[in-house]
Nanobody, 122 residues
């Protein structure tokens, strides 16, 4: 059974930073063979894509709204994906979800974490 466990969310003031982590277990293939994603769902809105990283880690992609402020990275030995969030804005308030899929090109990854709340105060 695949499990993804996010951590690192919390309350932060605008302009501050947070680093989210997501540890995976139960994947059938080596962790390095999967693309990793971060999505977020602001209050009252639809879930949206935030960032993704290729299986090898050589390619990253970001939503325009977070580009230049967020950095996605991975540690295959620890089976963990990270999201470093800097210069946070109140508009970044959301539940953040990590997700895993064999493909880097999907909009609906196969496995999802339970989410971690990030709240940015003004």
């Amino acid at each position: 059974q695949v499990q993804l466990r996010e951590s690192g969310g919390g309350l932060v003031q605008a302009g501050g930073s947070l680093k989210l982590s997501c540890a995976a277990s139960g994947l059938a293939l080596a962790f390095g063979g999967y693309a990793l994603y971060w999505f977020r769902q602001p209050p009252g809105k639809e879930r949206e894509f935030a960032a993704k990283i290729s299986p090898g880690g050589g390619m990253t992609y970001y939503a325009d709204s977070v580009k230049g402020r967020f950095t996605i990275s991975r540690d295959n030995a620890k089976k963990t994906v990270y999201l470093q969030m800097n210069s946070l804005e109140p508009e970044d308030t959301a539940v953040y979800y990590c997700a895993v899929d064999p493909s880097i090109a999907t909009r609906t990854p196969r496995w999802w974490g339970q989410g971690t709340q990030v709240t940015v105060s003004s």
